[in-house]
């Protein structure tokens, strides 16, 4: 599921738990859980504090793009 997230947030600039949830296909309780974490991961940072009933989450490429990179290496050492 990690990399159905990156694959997901490099497709957007701004998401929220709806949305992510749906390309997810998990709930929104969930994909706000997910936010929650990647928000104290610093991949991603509130933009707005709420649009109805969820915040909106401003993706942090250049956190996105380095940790794609780590990923890709750490899947490199293990296959070796």
């Not at 738990?17 to 998990?26: G, H, I, P, Q, S």
């Not at 940072?45 to 996105?64: A, M, Q, S, T």
Request: aromatic share 6%.
């Amino acid at each position: 599921m990690a990399r159905n997230i990156a694959e997901v947030l490099s497709r957007h600039n701004y998401i929220d738990a709806r949305k992510l949830a749906r390309e997810l296909e998990v709930s929104t309780r969930s994909a706000g859980r997910i936010l929650k974490l990647l928000e104290e991961l610093g991949v991603v940072e509130i933009y707005r504090k709420r649009r109805g009933r969820f915040w909106i989450y401003k993706v942090n490429k250049k956190v996105l793009t380095t940790l794609k990179l780590t990923s890709k290496l750490n899947n490199s050492d293990e296959n070796e």
